[in-house]
């Protein structure tokens, strides 16, 4: 750990203690082990976070770019769009990292070659895909047995969307949620106009506005709790938009409620509304400093190993 992380780990550790002698107690880290290991995936999940806003200030390779390259990488390929005024691509290269997330042990195998549309022809891009969406359907349904894993190449969803379908035409699969995703941009005219119609219709406070485009994308299909939170915290740490998390959004949490009924409650079988742990988690994340993703994405990892330390990925 870096002498910056110690200093700030030593930090939250102090207004944690204050916190539970003078506001709220938190049962869950009343052992030094508990408290420890809850203060090191604060941590940790602060580095993940600066880490994305870190790449978007260093130089990256246009091979980012190309789902024909092994370097590919959606979200650098994001950043790089948004430097060069491609916002429109920017915004659909976030939505495509979402939807498919990377797998640990394929990477953006699966994003490469639908993006790519397998390295034969142009790209699914933005303006190929919104312009053209049943003929992206109908590349999806055809294509769709090549996309799954063979002995060739492994293929696959990330953690947060391992029961996602790439089915082209059913409700529930990867044609209905590109299609659904796209009509709810184009209603806004464009990514861009979007964002900043939301903005500006909340003064420039960039969480009310996150709170009000988390509410609109219940209009993408398959994007659940968890995607939409993620898509939207992306696009604010890339610097696509000046949004922030307004809260942790536990309606519809699993991994997050439960860290939080056992920091709050001291058990993970409290029977405590949603609302109510939402409430605190908000409350303490403003106490302690820090981003309200940071407070989800740590009460989540921390619930899986309450006093041991460990890190997690995908």
Same mark, same amino acid.
């Given at each position: 750990?870096? #002498? %910056? /992380?110690?200093?700030?780990?030593? +930090? ?42 870190? &790449? #978007? ?8 770019? /190309?789902?024909?390259? /092994?370097?590919? *990488? ?6 790089? !769009? ?6 429109? %691509? ?12 990377? @797998? ?18 142009? @790209?699914?891009?933005?303006? =190929? +895909? $919104? ?13 769709? #047995? ?46 861009? %106009?979007?964002? #900043? ?49 307004? $809260? &942790? ?8 409620? +439960?860290?939080? !009924? ?19 988690? @908000?409350?303490?994340? %403003? +106490?302690?400093?820090?981003? !309200?993703? =940071?407070?989800? *994405? ?17």
């Amino acid at each position: 750990m870096r #002498a %910056e /992380d110690r200093r700030r780990a030593e +930090t939250i550790k102090a207004k944690l203690r204050e916190y539970s002698r003078s506001s709220e107690r938190l049962p869950g880290i009343d052992s030094l082990s508990a408290l420890n290991t809850f203060v090191f995936q604060i941590t940790e999940s602060i580095r993940r976070i600066r880490y994305v806003s870190e &790449v #978007a200030g260093r130089p990256i390779s246009p091979l980012r770019m /190309d789902p024909r390259s /092994d370097l590919f *990488d959606p979200v650098r390929a994001a950043i790089l !769009k948004h430097r060069s005024g491609e916002a429109e %691509e920017a915004g659909w290269l976030i939505f495509l990292f979402t939807h498919f997330g990377r @797998n640990l042990r394929s990477g953006y195998r699966l994003i490469r070659d639908v993006y790519g549309r397998l390295g034969n022809g142009r @790209n699914w891009d933005w303006k =190929a +895909t $919104s312009s053209d969406l049943y003929g992206f359907r109908m590349w999806l349904g055809k294509n769709g #047995a090549a996309l799954k894993s063979d002995l060739v190449a492994h293929r696959a969803f990330g953690n947060h969307r391992k029961y996602q379908s790439l089915d082209a035409w059913k409700t529930n699969g990867t044609g209905a949620a590109i299609e659904s995703y796209v009509t709810w941009v184009k209603q806004g005219g464009s990514h861009q %106009e979007l964002f #900043a119609h939301v903005i500006k219709s909340h003064a420039g406070n960039g969480a009310l506005a996150f709170g009000d485009l988390y509410e609109q994308m219940e209009a993408v299909r398959t994007f659940g709790r968890t995607a939409r939170f993620d898509y939207l915290c992306m696009i604010g740490k890339c610097g696509l938009a000046p949004i922030e998390p307004d $809260s &942790v959004h536990f309606q519809g949490a699993t991994g997050p409620v +439960t860290g939080a !009924k056992l920091l709050f409650h001291g058990s993970e079988l409290a029977r405590v509304p949603d609302s109510a742990l939402e409430r605190s988690a @908000n409350l303490l994340a %403003e +106490t302690l400093g820090i981003n !309200k993703q =940071a407070m989800e *994405d740590s009460l989540c990892n921390w619930q899986k190993s309450p006093t041991i330390p460990e890190r997690f990925r995908g």
